[in-house]
């Protein structure tokens, strides 16, 4: 064992890993290849920049990744703290500011005394352990034949699109109303989040988010242009080629994608107009598209589930054509990239750890987790890890209740014939004991506060071992 927990890349993962081992006394040395060599997506060389949405999901602790987030937090999370710090509005879900908030995560590691960063691109693996890789779905090259070398090749890909950003002021506000779906906001306690799950208490009123409403005929001319539009290449990537078929993650599928599985499919996706009622017409329009803020500033706003791999001059044109958007300012094009995960029922264990390599973990994006905040979580577990390892203490499995610990379970048990990436959710997690309950904010609401509760017992146990250090 070597004095220094190694960690290869400084994504949320990599970061994440780094501070529950510098936190607890560990010293780190964490090797992030920008600025030296960049990749297609990043456009900074700071520490845990966003490069697709600026949304972490859901706040409310009867969502799963309400939940998530709140275990992340006891567990010590770095991240978190400094994302509400950077917050923007977004009803009921996190979203951040994303340049202050990676420039702090940045400078927070920058300044702690058992971290070293290291601005160098690893092209082998190091010796020393443990060795945490955390490089990511974008892990260049030759550090990827690396990795290859000790999964026998046994990795698999997914393509991922990031959605466009234009600036506020080039959107005409006499076609555009703010609006929550139903109201709700940062404030609620009880409904059914976006995404179907449900969330907690009485809703309050909210206008978190900007509107494009579409007639029935806006809406067709809309769909027609986006399924017909050229697409373009796949940059480095182009297994298009080969013959090979794509896969995409469905919670990232480009919106021609979803398009063109028929031309109700957006109206019940990203564009269900359902909740969102126009005031000038005080109905619900035929679809919406959203936009979320980017920024403190509300100077930037995302498009809310157009992520897409239309060529920049088609997204122009074909984008414009939404109702407040014919003048658009894109600052951002959407663009798209391979995504690539190791297969982890075959090469895992519960602490992330290869099961036959001693004290080398796989962290992040790269286990087959999907999301940003999936991704930090699994990096405080290696990190936690690696840090018990080095000091020959058990290592930690996180609960089974908790939704950390199902992710975990779900890497290690699931079918490698069949395995893809997962976002937190409560499937996930083990049902609770006795009679169903039918309503699905109750079981949350319950599936939370067990998580919770085993986290908590947890987290006792291992401090009598390990106690956590005050952050610097």
């Avoid at 859901?58 to 999370?77: D, F, I």
């Avoid at 950003?165 to 009880?190: C, H, P, Q």
């Avoid at 990239?337 to 750890?353: E, F, I, K, S």
């Avoid at 069949?418 to 599936?447: C, Q, T, Y």
């Amino acid at each position: 064992m070597s004095e220094s927990v190694t960690i290869i890349g400084g994504g949320f993962a990599g970061v994440e890993a780094a501070w529950a081992v510098a936190q607890r006394g560990g010293k780190v040395v964490l090797y992030e290849m920008r600025p030296q060599r960049n990749t297609p997506v990043h456009q900074t060389s700071d520490l845990a920049e966003l490069v697709c949405s600026n949304s972490f999901k859901s706040n409310l602790l009867t969502n799963a990744s309400g939940v998530l987030k709140e275990e992340m937090r006891r567990l010590g999370s770095l991240i978190l703290p400094i994302a509400q710090k950077h917050s923007v509005p977004a009803g009921e879900a996190l979203a951040v500011d994303r340049v202050p908030f990676a420039r702090e995560i940045t400078e927070t590691l920058e300044a702690h005394p058992n971290i070293t960063i290291i601005r160098e691109e690893v092209t082998t693996l190091p010796q020393g352990r443990p060795l945490i890789i955390a490089t990511g779905p974008l892990t260049s090259d030759a550090l990827a034949a690396e990795i290859a070398k000790l999964t026998g090749g046994d990795s698999l890909s997914f393509f991922d699109a990031v959605a466009p950003v234009v600036t506020y002021d080039s959107l005409d506000m006499n076609k555009i109303f703010r609006a929550s779906r139903r109201g709700r906001g940062m404030t609620e306690t009880l409904a059914e989040s976006d995404d179907g799950n449900v969330c907690g208490g009485a809703p309050e009123p909210s206008a978190d988010y900007l509107n494009c409403p579409f007639t029935k005929e806006e809406y067709l001319a809309f769909w027609e242009a986006l399924t017909t539009a050229e697409l373009a290449p796949v940059h480095n990537f182009e297994e298009e080629d080969s013959g090979a078929k794509m896969v995409f993650f469905e919670m990232c599928m480009p919106i021609e994608e979803l398009a063109r599985r028929g031309a109700r499919t957006l109206c019940f996706g990203p564009m269900k107009p359902v909740g969102l009622t126009d005031p000038k017409t005080d109905r619900w329009p035929h679809a919406v598209l959203q936009l979320r803020q980017e920024n403190r500033e509300g100077t930037l706003w995302g498009l809310v589930g157009f992520q897409t791999r239309l060529r920049w001059g088609a997204q122009k044109r074909i984008f414009q054509m939404v109702p407040g958007l014919e003048n658009a300012e894109f600052i951002r094009y959407g663009v798209m990239h391979r995504n690539t995960y190791v297969n982890a029922p075959r090469l895992l264990d519960l602490t992330c750890q290869l099961r036959e390599y001693a004290g080398i973990y796989i962290a992040g994006q790269m286990t087959g987790v999907e999301g940003y905040l999936e991704s930090a979580a699994i990096g405080i577990v290696a990190g936690l890890n690696a840090y018990r390892s080095q000091r020959a203490l058990p290592s930690a499995i996180l609960p089974r209740e908790t939704v950390l610990g199902s992710l975990c379970h779900y890497l290690v048990e699931s079918d490698p014939k069949h395995f893809a990436p997962m976002n937190s959710n409560w499937g996930v997690v083990p049902e609770l004991e006795g009679a169903p309950i039918r309503d699905k904010r109750e079981k949350g609401r319950r599936k939370g506060e067990r998580a919770l509760a085993a986290l908590d017992t947890f987290l006792q146990d291992l401090e009598r071992e390990t106690p956590l250090e005050v952050a610097p």
